[in-house]
């Protein structure tokens, strides 16, 4: 049996809600490149560059699921690294599918959940929305502060990374914790944690006042890297397809430092 670049692009498109899921104008969610195929091989990856198409070709791959597909900006120029991108997929005859925010709200395969999994916390209730749609998670734990950054620096390092965190009073214990992968370190997001009585918010990453506001609204950021706490809805999905499908698969490896 061959799988058409298309067919594998509908079984995600179903799997993750990718057509009734908000999500940024320029995400572009879906297949945003075609190949001629069939699908041989498929490589999953946090982003799609030069470098993880380059891994995706060299692994025998032309099928990439990415969270962070290629027209962020919206309309753009076919011209330098994007040109230098377009090129790499056809010469390889790669396709690219992307989710974005499906990957991260997804109760099963995404970013928020498999992070909460790993790290061995049980969510019980929602946190962040996007346009109605939840994204983040919660839940309730009784540990101290710097035993939950100690866990999640063990993790961000297995992925490249390493976690920060924003100032911890002497002695916290975390009763209350969220999670939004990704930029989820916000003003609104802390308003958001101040008001469910979050001591602890985990995320990938944010701007530099969020770690200011953190202590004057209560809540500790634990900044996990934004490639970090993203690594994992990716390799998820693919593995359901690749399983679904009997096709080979892999993960690229491309930390970006962030
Ligand atoms: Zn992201």
């Known amino acids: 049996m061959t799988t058409r ?12 809600g990718v057509d009734v899921h908000p999500d940024y104008p320029a995400a ?12 041989r091989r498929i490589a999953a990856a946090v982003d799609v560059s030069q470098r993880t198409i380059e891994v995706a070709a060299q692994a025998g791959a032309n099928f990439l699921i990415v969270h962070h597909g290629l027209f962020w900006t919206g309309s753009q120029r076919v011209v330098g690294g994007l040109y230098s991108r377009f090129r790499q997929l056809f010469a390889h005859d790669i396709a690219v599918y992307s989710a974005h925010l499906p990957l991260d709200s997804h109760a099963e395969f995404g970013n928020n959940v498999l992070l ?20 983040g998670i919660a839940g309730d734990s009784d540990m101290p502060t710097d035993a939950l950054l100690s866990l999640v620096d063990a ?24 999670i939004c992968t990704g930029a989820g370190a916000s003003t609104e997001t802390l308003l958001e944690a101040e008001a469910a009585k979050v001591q602890t918010l985990i995320t990938g990453e944010g701007p530099h006042h969020t770690a200011v506001e953190a202590p ?29 499908t009997g096709l080979p698969w892999s993960f690229v490896s491309a930390p970006t430092g962030l």
């Open 5 to 16: 670049a298309v067919e594998l692009a509908h079984r995600l498109d179903r799997l993750l």
């Open 28 to 39: 572009l969610n879906g297949l945003q490149v075609d190949h001629q195929g069939p699908v």
């Open 116 to 135: 909460a999994r790993e790290l061995g916390l049980m969510p019980s209730r929602r946190f962040a929305s996007y346009q109605g749609t939840p994204i």
């Open 155 to 178: 993790f961000s390092r297995r992925h490249g990374g390493q976690a920060r965190a924003s100032e911890i009073p002497t002695g916290q214990r975390t009763h209350r914790w969220a």
């Open 216 to 244: 004057e609204r209560g809540v500790v950021v634990i900044y996990a890297g934004h490639y970090a706490t993203e690594t994992l809805g990716v390799a998820a999905v693919a593995e359901r397809v690749a399983d679904e």
